[in-house]
């Protein structure tokens, strides 16, 4: 976790506004060298205790998170939905060290809320990465609500293709063959179902057809559960230039970040 958390504590450096705050960023700093039990109980009181400011509860949970001590989750899960990417990302990266079973339910709950889909870009790449049961149906509900007109939300589109087909689930092999049809989806969806077995081709009056790859060429058809990261920067599926889905817009959980 080492490039994470300096990343982490870089960040939240710029965010000091006082001397105390000076204090108690280097206190947090101090335990998470130790890496004692004395200090992970004094990291998980730092979680519930009032009037701490925000970047203290995420560096305390972010050590936590990666240390597999399950006190840090519903802090975690509430970053995971925060309306800063950069905190989201954080949280993300925690709670796939964790090693709690909740997490997938949670990220499939955040992901598939419609009122939260500005923010389920990180729960989407989080479910790709847990590879729970959770996570197939989640991304596959997720991407066939987004397969709209102008939806503005290509980011997390591009997220549910891109881990679909790491995932390499024949259950996806309908819904990546629909987001063949946007065009600025349609890379990404042709990737996907080739790591699926699939062949995929466009016609010129037909639309998009899928043929199933030659038994030589594609093994069982299953993919290679490969996890790599698609691009990040793009336009909205069904040719609308789209808003960027991890903006800092809108509010936080219930309103209240």
Known sequence: MEEEFHELTDRVRAELRSPQDLVAYERLLGLARKNTP????????????VERPLWAREIAAFILGCAGDKRAFETLVLLLNYREP???ATAAHALGRLGDPRTARAAAALATNPLRT???????????????????????????RLLTPHNPYWRVALACVEGLGALGDRRAVPTLTAAVGHPRLAAAAAASLARLGVHEEVGADAGPQVKEAAPDGAGDGRG????????????????????DSGSDSGSGVSGRR
Do not use: F, K, N, W
């Open 38 to 49: 004395a200090g992970r109980e004094e990291l998980a009181r730092m979680l519930v205790a």
């Open 86 to 88: 950069v905190r989201c």
């Open 118 to 144: 500005a923010y389920a870009l990180h729960p989407v790449r989080l479910l790709a990465e847990l590879r729970a049961p959770q996570s197939v149906p989640a991304l596959i509900a997720t991407l066939e």
């Open 224 to 243: 290679d559960g490969g996890r790599g990261q698609g691009p990040e920067r793009g336009e909205g599926p069904g040719g609308g230039s789209g808003s």
